[in-house]
């Protein structure tokens, strides 16, 4: 559906003629005027009139309809087709979702599609409304506007997930923390948002050094400056997002490392329990035997002395494993 459209001249918002090629028309007969149309999530019969009226190339009308697309950037012989994959964070589940938005460039308009809930246009567009000089660029100002909101909510989305996973390596070296059932799964869940995030970040960077090196078709000239100081956050976006992985893997290693001690300590504990069993058990397995020629069978103080051996050795053997740490 379209949540918004109007015709913005010498950087001034007026209401345009509901009509799209009547507003498209007036746009360009304005000469320093453009056509701004939002839609979210449109039906392949909506969007059909928009594409109709914009001369849209089905190739990136059928991207926009599907959604599913990698950041990109193309250009068509009548507008220049970008993909967006803005993020957001929830803190109560742990969990990075990521939309969609797609723009539309060309002769006077500029058409953005978006899917899900994270990309922040109604703020982008409002807060442009209350900058006039920079809406005067045209539609090359709404390209970077919508980008750099994008690409700064990247930044604020990675310092959310370092504090907690911050918070995660401080349970895993805590003592006590490798005992946590769960502590593996939150690892491993952890890794999955950072890599929804890292699908969201990593393939823009071609993108956005195209931008940065202008001769764009559509995007002014004079934009590179601005574009450069997005791929300048967007570049700070990807270092933290793989200095991120790259913690979670040590923390992983460190984990499965301490498991493994522990499971160690446990098979030890187990063995030294195991031999101070043997021990009294071998004696009273030998005396059970049923010889009538044994050592010992008459003498009066045999039981107390083979109760005391018995004690004896397990003691032995008590004091020698917890000497070496094994108990």
Known sequence: ???????????????????????????????????????????????DHVASEFALHPLAVEDALKAHQRPKLEVYDDSLFAVLKPVDYEPESDRVSSGELMLFLGDSFVVTVRHGEGAPLAAVRKRLETQPEVLRHGPTAVLYAVSDAVVDHYLDVAGELQVDLEELEADVFAPGGTGTANTAERIYTAKRQVLEFRRATGPLAGPMARLTAGSVPF?????????????????????????????????????LAQMGVRQNDDMRKISAWAAMAAVPTMVAGIYGMNFDHMPELHWVWSYPAVILLMAGAVTGLYRLFKQRGWL
């Open 1 to 47: 559906m379209i949540v918004d459209s109007a015709l913005y001249r010498d950087g001034r918002r007026t209401e345009c003629d509901s009509d799209l090629s009547h507003a498209l028309a007036e746009a360009r007969e304005s000469g320093h005027a453009f056509l701004w149309l939002g839609l979210y999530e449109p039906t392949e019969a909506e969007f």
């Open 219 to 255: 995007v002014n000239e004079e934009s590179q400056p601005f574009f450069r100081d997005v791929n300048d956050h967007l570049l700070r976006a990807n270092d933290q997002v793989e200095g991120l992985d790259r913690l979670l893997s040590d923390v992983l290693s460190a984990h």
